[in-house]
């Protein structure tokens, strides 16, 4: 009994899979087919089914079927598979720069055109966020408004001088400002770089002569405190010179030059050179130095003696600033001659006269 019933199970499970086989054997061109259109659809949507991520980008996914935007995952570089109906929008989150222009107002109502370039880039886990709520276009939609808001209150209440010249720092503390606010909504902005400061010509030449004359001014008052400085330096320098010349002349005297000249007249002594020298004929009891020009070297020797005896005489003249008085030559003392020398000289034999 026990080996009939498990037979005939046995029979049953070979009815079903020869059902199955046959039903495959008889149906295969619907098999067929529907691999077909499978292929087909995976061919026309391969697109959407396979997404791929480039470097320096980031992936935010929506599904219509399952909650919309997914703001809690962002997905990263790489391939991804996707249901068809699903789309992926893909954001750029390496560092950017845009260029942009605008015009602002001054205080007084004078048109000011800036032109600016923006580095920024998106905060990578805040993608699903600002796709939600802003969007791909979120530079046009949140970081230019802002920074013309900005830059157009703080600009404003200045004048076109204060911006063309960028006074206390105008521009980079409006423009840190600008990013501090902008980083608050889903962005980081780097740096805004004010690449010209326009105005109209006929301001921009007023300010730029006025810059000159400015200039020019601080380059006048430079050149007068060098010449204060420059008639102070001299006004010490001629004191200096005064005290110096002072004190030569309070320690000069006829010795001290006499001495001078006694040093300067045995350096000419001990020159190998041929020289005629008269001892105690000159000024003062000095030696002279006879046709001293005619030997090769004497000149030299005969000038070196006269500067050394004559030059402390010099310094004393030009420290006073007063003619030395010419001294007299001293009057050579007369000698009383005996009256025997004074009478005309008497023979010691006189001759015999005439008839004595």
């Not at 750029?92 to 923006?118: C, Y």
Request: net charge positive; hydrophobic share 40%; glycine share 8%.
């Amino acid at each position: 009994m026990f080996f009939k019933k498990k037979s005939h199970q046995s029979q049953r499970k070979a009815t079903w899979w020869q059902r199955l086989c046959f039903s495959c054997r008889n149906k295969w061109p619907y098999w067929l087919l529907l691999s077909i259109g499978l292929g087909l659809l995976f061919f026309v949507f391969w697109k959407r089914i396979v997404i791929w991520i480039d470097t320096g980008e980031g992936g935010v996914l929506y599904r219509p079927l399952q909650g919309g935007t997914v703001t809690d995952q962002v997905f990263t570089e790489g391939v991804h598979l996707l249901m068809p109906y699903n789309r992926m929008t893909h954001y750029n989150t390496r560092i950017q720069i845009i260029r942009h222009e605008f015009d602002v107002l001054t205080n007084r109502g004078l048109p000011v055109n800036l032109k600016i370039a923006v580095r920024y880039r998106p905060i990578f886990e805040l993608l699903g966020v600002l796709h939600q709520r802003v969007g791909p276009d979120y530079p046009n939609k949140i970081i230019l408004p802002q920074i013309e808001s900005v830059l157009r209150k703080g600009l404003g209440t200045h004048s076109p001088e204060e911006i063309y010249t960028n006074k206390n720092l105008l521009l980079t503390g409006l423009v840190r400002r600008a990013i501090e606010e902008i980083g608050r909504k889903f962005v980081i902005v780097d740096d805004i770089i004010i690449r010209e400061v326009k105005l109209p010509p006929g301001v921009k030449k007023a300010i730029e002569d006025k810059l000159v004359e400015e200039q020019r001014f601080l380059s006048y008052n430079f050149r007068l405190q060098a010449e204060k400085q420059e008639a102070e330096r001299k006004r010490i320098e001629s004191g200096g010179i005064r005290d110096y010349a002072e004190n030569i002349a309070a320690t000069m005297s006829e010795k001290v030059l006499r001495w001078h000249g006694v040093q300067a007249t045995l350096k000419l002594a001990e020159s190998p050179n041929a020289k005629v020298v008269v001892i105690g004929g000159g000024k003062d009891g000095l030696p002279l130095v006879l046709n001293a020009g005619e030997w090769p070297g004497a000149g030299a020797a005969s000038a070196e003696m006269t500067e050394k005896s004559s030059g402390a005489e010099e310094e004393q003249a030009k420290a006073t600033n007063l003619a030395r008085p010419a001294q007299a030559n001293a009057a050579q003392p007369s000698v009383n001659r005996p009256e025997t020398e004074q009478k005309a000289a008497q023979p010691l034999f006189p001759l015999p006269q005439n008839g004595n």
